[in-house]
């Protein structure tokens, strides 16, 4: 169907007393019809993007846009009585925890919408990321059971369903297929476990609770399952089309890694090849070498993935002996290295398989996702590999579609532009670039923009949370997964800084400010479940607080998701990107709020520098110790307890001062002890930047007095974010890595 059909039947639609749900399911089911077949291309190569975590967020208003019917739908509707805007109840679909899994989905639009062949590959969770609740300020999780909208926006593949064998039991993998809508229809293949009780817990829940053994086994399960089904799938077709020359394979083939998680991948690609074709292992690890390619996106140790031998041994024996057999490859390749290299760059060691050497081994390129953070990769994490293999690693800095992160949830800035420098950005993003010459002129419109996506935020705030912001405030935002790197704690004592320099007038003429954060937490997390407890009191006591909520207001919002975040990014003034340095390998938010014309108060650390040194310094806040003064001080040994004086003391200090209650449960007095006393305390550095965090502030506080002038900054941000968009980080990959 094309899109004059479609709204020739959207025009017979009946509306009348349809509930949303109904109507969700009619509207996508009839644009799903101009979807039409939606398959890898044959005859040419294909790259193909395996991870755990697709973060779709809303399909509907996205899809609808792509397919360039989204005017149509709200004006059809409209003429039958139906706002667009009640589609806002459907739920995301949340298949993923946060960065890794929304870039995922931002590449898969991206590649679409350049025409390049980028399809995904994953699991298609019964439920995804929970639903956070608050209750009495403590984080809750209730299951998200997000198909109880419907799932208009799949095809199920009964035809193409699959086995998957384990040791100890056997599981049907059935494909569900996503178009991805642009210049050509791309898809996303999410495959469901079905069969016994057993089996069909692979795909029930994202990442399960990893700090049992069960949950272990549970996720080398779900890491197989649909690794194992897309490479069986994509050598089916391949033989199927070309025959059983695998050399050609690479050819046609190239299979990204999205972090370690599909890195069985390699193993299960060798196993078929050698098992039911007869290929030797080392024809087979060759060919291997040639198709993948491995994305890290952390350095953080806690998030390397290293396996049990004895969990792997008892599921999957085979790959087992494959990894290992891997190992000894690299082993005999890596022979005339030095010993500790040698261990740095081990495969297989002490019984545990490390996860990310396999894939920097086999992986023909091996890319960062921002330009510190493959610089850290090179000097540190992978120093003997990197050494080993020159070419080998690449960094490519993330980016993020404009297409939903800008036109779409922000249509009055886009208009805006199109306005001043034409629409041809929407196309061809380095086109954005042409703003600059402009921002001066306007700076005026820009303000008006900017006060409409802050209505609209506020608005949706004090109906969603119950709390009510005046729209002059000044919005500072942070959102982002949970994290002690990501230090909301020290936002969260900065903001006490502030009040008590409200309270006690040593703070003046201060701009009234909100100040929005947006997480989850783990569930096993105790410590990020703490500070989200922590924030929620300070939030009570300072909205509360009327010799100063005039001025200073604080809002967690309930269950932050992708459309939340559409309206903080557009809303907000201030981005706050406050990591300890080196420890944040690119941050996509970052990129979001710099496009919709946020200044970034933050660290030098992964995009921040890269955004910094596009839009200017002078457009931005940096503050707080770079990745070499962190390392200095690591060097002399650092004490916490120098930086804890005068206004940095009372504020950390009301984590045991009794200023709030976490109801018995001691887990303030933990937070303060892990800032003081525990060994290595204070580790990301807390303490050390707080003082520069609260000047930082208080200095945007002050030039956003002068509104034009703060409103060239943040234009000069949006007219220097064309190179984070994903089509920019997809033609890299394209050129340099897929060779597409
Ligand atoms: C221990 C905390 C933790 C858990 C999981 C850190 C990292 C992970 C994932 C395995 C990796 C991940 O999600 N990293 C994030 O990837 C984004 C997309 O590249 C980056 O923008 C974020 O900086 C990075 O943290």
């Known amino acids: 169907m094309d899109k004059k059909e479609f709204s020739e039947e959207l025009n017979r639609l009946d509306v009348q007393n349809k509930d949303v749900i109904t109507l969700y399911n009619e509207i996508s089911s009839l644009a799903m019809k101009c979807a039409g077949e939606i398959t890898p291309t044959a005859g040419i190569r294909n790259a193909y993007y395996l991870s755990m975590e697709f973060l779709i967020g809303r399909g509907f208003f996205n899809n609808l846009m792509e397919l360039g019917v989204l005017d149509d739908v709200r004006k059809v509707l409209a003429e039958k009585g139906a706002d667009i805007n009640i589609f806002e109840e459907i739920e995301d679909a949340a298949l993923g ?20 062949p980028l399809h995904g590959y994953g699991i298609r969770y019964k439920y995804g990321l929970f639903k956070q609740a608050f209750e009495n300020g403590y984080q809750v999780e209730l299951p998200d059971d997000w198909q109880k909208f419907g799932d208009p926006w799949s095809i199920r593949r009964d035809n ?22 642009g210049k050509r229809i791309n898809r996303l293949r999410l495959f469901q476990a079905e069969g016994s009780e057993e089996a069909r817990k692979i795909s029930e829940y994202l990442y399960p609770a990893d700090d049992t053994e069960e949950g272990k086994i549970l996720r080398i399960r779900q890491e197989y399952f649909f690794s194992a089904a897309t490479v069986a799938e994509l050598i089916e077709n391949f033989v199927e089309q070309y025959g059983k020359k695998f050399d ?98 081990a495969i297989y060691k002490g019984d545990k398989f490390y996860m990310a050497n396999l894939a920097v081994y086999v992986a023909k390129k091996v890319n960062g996702v921002a330009k510190l953070h493959t610089d850290i990769l090179k000097s540190k994490t992978f120093k003997a590999a990197n050494s080993m293999y020159p070419d080998k690693f690449r960094n490519k800095t993330n980016g993020i579609t404009h297409r939903r992160w800008l036109e779409l949830c922000n249509t009055e800035l886009s208009e805006l532009i199109d306005r001043t420098a034409g629409a041809g950005w929407r196309s061809d993003i380095s086109k954005l670039g042409e703003l600059n010459k402009y921002t001066r002129e306007i700076a005026e419109e820009f303000i008006e923009i900017k006060k409409v996506k802050k209505r609209q935020l506020l608005r949706y705030i004090e109906q969603k949370e119950g709390i009510e912001i005046p729209e002059n405030f000044l919005v500072y935002s942070q959102i ?25 007038g040593s703070i003046k003429d201060f701009q009234p400010s909100v100040f929005i954060f947006g997480a989850k937490s783990a569930p096993s997390y105790r410590r990020a479940k703490a500070i989200i407890k922590f924030i929620n009191e300070i939030a009570a006591k300072v909205n509360s607080d009327v010799e100063t909520n005039g001025l200073l207001k604080v809002v967690f919002v309930c269950n932050y998701n992708v459309s939340y975040a559409e309206k903080i990014v557009a809303g907000s003034d201030v981005s706050l990107q406050v990591s300890t340095a080196g420890l944040e390998a690119s941050g996509t938010g970052n990129m979001k709020f710099m496009m919709n014309g946020a200044v970034t108060c933050g660290t030098m650390d992964g995009a921040n520098i890269e955004i910094v040194e596009l839009a200017g310094i002078e457009n931005n806040y940096i503050f707080g110790a770079t990745v070499e003064e962190i390392a200095k001080i690591k060097q002399k040994g650092y004490k916490p307890g120098v930086y804890l004086t005068g206004k940095n003391k009372k504020a950390v200090e009301t984590l045991i001062d009794g200023t709030f209650s976490d109801d018995g449960r001691n887990i303030f007095k933990e937070l303060y002890d892990c800032l003081t006393t525990y060994n290595e305390p204070d580790c990301y550095f807390v303490l050390l930047d707080l003082k520069s965090y609260v000047q930082t502030l208080l200095k945007i506080n002050g030039d956003y007095k002068d509104k034009k002038t703060f409103a060239i900054k943040q234009l000069n941000n949006v007219a220097n974010s064309a190179y984070f968009s994903s089509d920019r980080t997809i033609k890299e990959y394209a050129e340099d890595i897929w060779d597409l």
Not at 277 to 305: C, G, M, Q
Request: glycine share 4%.
């Open 160 to 181: 193409e369903k699959r086995t998957v064998k384990y040791a100890d039991m056997t599981v049907t993998a059935v494909p569900y297929d996503y178009p991805v809508f």
């Open 97 to 116: 925890n946060g960065g890794l899994g929304r870039l995922a989905v931002c590449f898969l639009d991206s590649a679409a919408g350049q025409a390049l």
């Open 480 to 504: 982002k997964r949970l994290h002690e790197y990501k230090r909301q704690l020290m936002t969260a004592f900065a903001i006490l800084e502030l009040y008590f320099g409200l309270k006690d």
């Open 248 to 345: 050609d394979f690479p050819e046609y083939n190239v299979i990204q890694l999205n972090d370690t998680h599909p890195v069985m991948a390699i193993a299960e690609f060798i196993r078929i090849l050698t098992t039911e074709y007869n290929v030797a292992f080392s024809d087979s690890l060759r060919i291997a070498r040639e198709t993948f390619a491995y994305t890290n996106h952390t350095v953080l140790p806690e998030a390397l993935e290293t396996w049990n031998e004895e969990y792997v041994r008892k599921i999957l024996p085979e790959i087992a002996d494959i990894m290992i057999k891997i190992s000894l490859d690299a082993a005999r390749e890596h022979a005339m290295c030095g010993k500790e290299q040698i261990s740095e760059m």
